[in-house]
């Protein structure tokens, strides 16, 4: 059998290859970069093709795809959510994503996207709040200490300044994990024994909690004027976080309107609830935060254009490293329309 | 950096594995198990998700997502189609797929499917034949002779018995390269110099072109009393092989309605045009052929089902052969919690 062409090779990130790529950069480094890509493509928002996520629902989660294309490059990722996996000892997300030459059809890049979600969902998280957060906030509250949690604290302190993180959970032990972890990172680091603890003196709360349930991790009577929140846990049918209450006296800032009113907090408002996309605040088509008073909420549900700036921010990246293998996935025979003669060859 | 546990693992089949596996099991066998598998699969129709392709067009061809799911596991595949591709020295379309544990969201199995989307087309047509088609067809006419065609003459044989494929392309270098590899297969192959001389005596037709236009491959006139037809290459919006009046005198199957409305042939025919379900015939709930007269006519444009009962064929068949390798794809931390946590061990 002859080697595959290189047009047959593609480039393929494995976690271990994600990690060293991380290691190598620096996570800050990393997360602050990752906004940068985020927030360009935002820019360049009208030049994308736009979908909400084709979802496959079962009774103990969803498996979802998120393509879009910006016309020269196509991508797509390959997510599950799974609230019961952390029981089980799995994890709640896990993906991998793809890029393609919109040219040809042929994948540029397969990587893996747990960790890369992780990643991307709080580089975005941390850029909307630079656009919408109170000046000068430099205290955030972290409720649901989660898979996420540590890198929602960096992202905000690399990219918004934030000096202080109050953690809470459920869960205590989840709380220890997460302190444990950000110990030596710059933060002051406060374990709280409730959420009305950990928001107090807090201009920016973020919940990542993962309960497929219509929750309520903030009360109306929790969350205090001139207040950000960062409500990124609520992100498919019937999982949300906040209460209705909240939703009516805050500016609601989105992602993509058709998959957040499916998917966000504001699930549960009426179809015509009035929200603002994030994309036109950045461009200056939309104000952002107006006074010191206003509650802003960014209810994040993770569309498919930061995956997309993501994957290419790995690419981009990964030149010169070594942090990938070849995959041969893509049939090339020397002659295109002779398939089957690659295949008898091959015998 | 500690090994990742077995749930990070992901076989991986290649295009170098893949073609290990048809010759070991042997090409043929593969068709005939494969058309097995995918009826088995049309007989459970109603068990599926099932939605049309998600479909990212550009002024040179098409990208698109494949997703189904039985309940219990989760598939779906890329594909591209670019007729220009073919120019380049590239695949028209190239294709890989993936299965998923519905119920923790975790992948089962990655494979190259630009070989195993040939294998399934072919297998999928002939299948389809084998409840259409006159009984007793021993001849069949295959226009367009690129990269499907040896496999939907091989698939033919193995399950619908034809003895004899009449050929006939634009390009007379693909019919010779078709030729050429039929050779040996104990077919009986006949080069033609033109569609109407490839049509002679043929009870079935198949036309498989890969041009992205309204062409008229078969015209009106061409199309006999008792004929079958099996069209696969109209197979997106703007792409179709027949002229018209063939369609508003034959009896029309498909797979999945609302998609082949979109992209088959009958794409040319008014929203409300009659249609078969192919799964309804092979259920008994519809009739197939009912007279010795009818124009039956297969509108193939391949559905999300076919990959998955391929794709649960390939990981079925893989067990025990080593013809695959084993991606670490997903991120699995010793405490689901700790995605962070692993990351800095790993630094």
Redesign the interface.
């Known amino acids: 059998?002859t080697a595959?062409s290189r047009?047959?090779l593609v480039p393929?990130v494995?976690?271990?290859n994600m990690?060293?790529l991380?290691?190598h950069i620096g996570?800050e480094r990393v997360l602050v970069e990752l906004a940068a890509e985020v927030e360009a493509d935002f820019r360049r928002w009208p030049e994308f093709?736009k979908?909400p996520r084709?979802a496959?629902h079962?009774a103990?989660?969803?498996?979802e795809?998120m393509?879009t294309?910006d016309?020269e490059t196509?991508g797509?990722k390959?997510v599950?959510?799974?609230p019961k996996?952390?029981r089980?000892?799995?994890?709640?997300v896990?993906a991998?994503g793809?890029l393609?030459d919109?040219?040809?059809?042929?994948?540029l890049l397969l990587s893996?996207m747990?960790?890369l979600t992780?990643l991307r969902t709080a580089a975005t998280s941390a850029m909307a709040a630079k656009w919408l957060a109170p000046k000068g906030a430099r205290v955030m509250a972290l409720i649901g200490?989660?898979?996420?949690?540590?890198?929602q604290a960096l992202a905000f302190k690399a990219i918004c300044g934030i000096a202080e993180v109050r953690l809470y959970d459920i869960d205590p032990a989840?709380t220890a994990?997460c302190a444990a972890?950000l110990a030596g990172s710059g933060l002051r680091v406060v374990p709280c024994r409730s959420a009305e603890a950990a928001i107090e003196g807090a201009q920016i709360i973020t919940t990542c909690t993962a309960d497929k349930a219509y929750a309520t991790i903030l009360s109306d009577n929790m969350v205090g004027a001139g207040v950000h929140l960062n409500a990124i846990g609520g992100d498919c049918p019937g999982k949300t976080e906040l209460a209705p209450g909240i939703l009516a006296r805050s500016s609601v800032f989105v992602e993509y309107p058709d998959q957040t009113r499916i998917e966000g907090e504001i699930q549960q408002m009426p179809a015509d609830f009035p929200v603002t996309e994030l994309w036109q605040v950045i461009t200056g088509q939309a104000p952002g935060r107006q006074s010191a008073a206003q509650v802003t909420l960014f209810d994040g549900v993770g569309f498919a254009i930061e995956d997309f700036a993501a994957l290419r921010y790995v690419l981009g990246r990964l030149k010169g490293t070594g942090f990938y293998d070849e995959?041969?996935?893509?049939?090339?025979?020397d002659?295109?329309?002779?398939?089957?003669?690659?295949?008898?060859r091959?015998?």
């Not at 200490?145 to 890198?151: D, H, K, R, T, V």
């Not at 002659?335 to 008898?344: A, C, H, I, K, N």
Request: no cysteine; aromatic share 10%.
């Open positions: 059998m595959p047009l047959a393929f494995s976690v271990a990690m060293r991380v290691h996570l093709d979908t084709v496959s079962s103990v989660g969803v498996i795809l393509p294309s016309g196509y797509f390959y599950n959510g799974h996996n952390m089980e000892g799995l994890q709640t896990t991998f793809l393609a919109v040219a040809t059809g042929y994948p893996e747990t960790l992780a200490n989660g898979a996420q949690s540590e890198f989840a994990k972890n995959l041969d996935m893509i049939a090339d025979p002659e295109p329309r002779d398939l089957y003669g690659m295949l008898m091959a015998g």
